[in-house]
């Protein structure tokens, strides 16, 4: 049972517009949420989190959305870049430093 | 400050060979996971371990693979015998509790390959 899900595999934006990726979750319990990044060949890297007490979280031209009641969240990236194409993975977390990863979505700037 | 290690990089074996998985954590960081990201599933918690001890192998998916934490700065992943469906990269991340951050710090991962 897939409690984090991420149901784009992909994604395409022009860049200087808007990047949005989306991340439902099934389990209420989740009190903590984060974005990683991640390149060919590389581990992810951490991008941004939000515990579940906010609603929004921004870091430069990342901002992190929290829809408690619709179990949502996104991340924007505005504006987009070419560094930014890689694949995103939004993770979940209930009371301890175990995290549930969704599948990723690819996302490609296109210059 | 070096990041999460792990050996080898990438591990070429044949069915039925012993493959061993090595990872050194980010030093100070007392939990340790190991992780495999596949098409399907992305990333698939195997099993953690936090000051060293075993706390949930739920996600180790048969009795062939089996994981160590002989101390803090070492974890190895062992798959026996190995299976071409576990062609898989293989990721080490560590982190450190407290602070409410849940941060997990990820090495460049093993790709491996079973022919």
């Known amino acids: 049972d897939q409690q984090v899900k991420q149901n784009s595999p992909s994604l395409s934006v022009q860049e200087g517009r808007i990047s949005i990726l989306n991340c439902d979750y099934t389990n209420s319990m989740f009190d903590y949420f984060l974005w990683y990044k991640k390149y060919p060949a590389e581990g992810p890297t951490f991008l941004i989190s939000i515990s579940s007490i906010k609603d929004k979280n921004e870091d430069g031209r990342f901002t992190v959305f929290l829809n408690k009641s619709a179990k949502h969240l996104s991340l924007h990236i505005v504006p987009s870049q070419p560094g930014d194409s890689a694949v995103y993975f939004c993770?979940?977390?209930?009371?301890?430093?175990?995290?549930?990863f969704g599948t990723g979505t690819r996302l490609t700037i296109i210059p | 400050d070096a990041g999460v290690i792990q050996s080898p990089r990438h591990e070429v074996t044949e069915m039925g060979q012993e493959v061993t998985l090595r990872c050194k954590p980010i030093?100070?960081?007392?939990?340790l996971f190991w992780y495999r990201q596949t098409m399907m599933r992305g990333l698939e918690l195997l099993i953690y371990f936090n000051n060293n001890v075993p706390i949930d192998d739920s996600g180790m998916p048969e009795d062939r693979f089996s994981a160590k934490m002989p101390n803090a700065s070492f974890s190895t992943l062992k798959i026996q015998p190995s299976e071409p469906r576990d062609s898989a990269v293989y990721f080490c991340a560590s982190s450190l509790s407290g602070g409410g951050s849940r941060t997990q710090y990820f090495g460049p991962g093993t790709r491996l390959t079973v022919l």
């Open positions: 030093s100070g960081h007392d939990y």
């Open positions: 993770a979940a977390s209930f009371g301890n430093e175990k995290l549930t």
